[in-house]
């Protein structure tokens, strides 16, 4: 069964700046790709941003290009994204899971879903 335990939201100001990181367990971490969705209420969950399995690739939603960052650390299982320049329209739950192929319209694999991190960016 896979796992994945993500923490780091919280409230943010718009400009701000939050590092989410998401733990993994279940599965080979190193030979997947990993991606970060978000979703909002009444939404679907969509990809924000996608980390091939070495960690050499990575790829972006248009709206959070140049100012998200993933990153992961397979040695510790770990995956992260660093957000900065928050605004409003990022509020939302934050998930990651691991992904058919590093191509963007590749599905999610993971058998489970962890239970998000809220961001809120608010004044």
């Known amino acids: 069964q896979d796992q994945f335990v993500e923490s780091?939201?919280?409230?943010?100001q718009p400009g701000g700046s939050l590092t989410l990181s998401c733990a993994s367990s279940g599965f080979h971490f190193?030979?997947?790709?990993?991606?970060?969705?978000?979703?909002?209420?009444?939404?679907?969950?969509?990809l924000v941003a996608?980390?091939?399995?070495?960690?050499?690739?990575?790829?972006?939603?248009e709206?959070?290009?140049g100012r998200f960052t993933v990153s992961?650390?397979?040695?510790?299982?770990?995956?992260?994204?660093?957000?900065n320049n928050?605004?409003?329209?990022?509020?939302?739950?934050?998930?990651?899971?691991?992904r058919a192929g590093y191509s963007w319209y590749q599905p999610v694999v993971g058998n489970s879903w962890g239970q998000g991190t809220q961001v809120t960016v608010s004044t």
């Open 8 to 12: 780091g939201g919280g409230l943010a």
């Open 30 to 46: 190193s030979t997947e790709v990993m991606g970060w969705y978000r979703q909002t209420p009444g939404s679907e969950r969509e």
């Open 50 to 61: 996608t980390i091939s399995a070495a960690g050499s690739n990575t790829n972006y939603a």
């Open 63 to 65: 709206p959070v290009k």
């Open 72 to 83: 992961r650390n397979n040695a510790k299982m770990m995956t992260y994204l660093q957000m």
């Open 86 to 98: 928050l605004k409003p329209e990022d509020t939302a739950v934050y998930y990651c899971n691991r």
